[in-house]
């Protein structure tokens, strides 16, 4: 026999035998699913083992998925709270008391932060060591979820409390979704749910208020100093305890702020804190994002 031939049937017999250990493993992690035993650590979990790795892997779902579309998803970034945002009242109080001179980050407890652009930065830095100085800039000083073999940091994110919350900053960032890990509920077997909300960050970013200052309309040209003086007033006098989320309340936030300048910060803040609680109070409920667990604790599907 040939030696090309002999080469060829030793491959063809490897990936034979590959496929075969490989068909193996998949039966015996299908088997141990069904009787939920988790084989990557090789034992039962508790509820609280699956609980700690289901809080990591929410996190590490959303950043694998936009490194998948780095172009798209440059600026997302998944962003650890201090603080329990577990019902839109925390959420509403939280917003007023932000300060207009201060980062949403800083405003909001952001104690941690995971971004694309680190990622790009840390990986161009172990395949080409370039640069190696640039992870702590797309996260202003915060601590990093990227461990240093550039994956994510999966024991500091299951070790994190259920008062803490993860929120989610994709494209643009103009709006972000608040996940309250309190919130993360056991339905039955292997099905949990966790409540969500969605909120506009010019509320309470110094940034995003300081870009939206300035900005105007044809109406507003129109304008003399004085109306615009008492459309300021109004706003001023703006109480977001009296707004109940009732139609009316954004068909009148509208008008409001769409036939006037945003010339001073203190309206966009206003026009984001009236919006957002307008949009708050409107959900009778929160929303809810439903997963389906292994029994390792890792999310198999989203619903």
Known sequence: MKLSYKTALLVA????GYLVVRIFLWQYEAYNERRGYCTTEGKYLSEEEKLENLKA???VQALEKWIK?????YYSRVFISKYDLSDKEKIINLMKKSNINKSFEENFGIIAVGTVSEYISRRSCLENNKNCNDYSKSRNGLR????????VDVEYLKSLSTRYSIIISVKGGDNVLIYPLS????????????SYYSI????????????MTGQTNRSTQKKTAEQIKLDYSEILALNPDRIDGKYRDSVYIMHLFGSISFYKPEIVQKYG???????????????FTNMLISSCGKISKIK
């Open 144 to 151: 990093g979820l990227w461990g240093n073999d550039n994956t």
């Open 183 to 194: 919130s993360i509920v056991k339905e039955k077997e292997k099905s949990y749910t966790m």
């Open 13 to 16: 017999l490897l990936l034979m």
């Open 273 to 287: 804190l009236f919006w957002n609680v307008a949009s708050l109070k409107g959900d009778t409920y929160p929303r």
């Open 57 to 59: 892997d929410i996190v």
């Open 200 to 211: 506009y960050k010019f509320c309470c970013d110094n940034k995003m208020i300081e870009e």
């Open 69 to 73: 579309d780095t172009e798209g998803e």
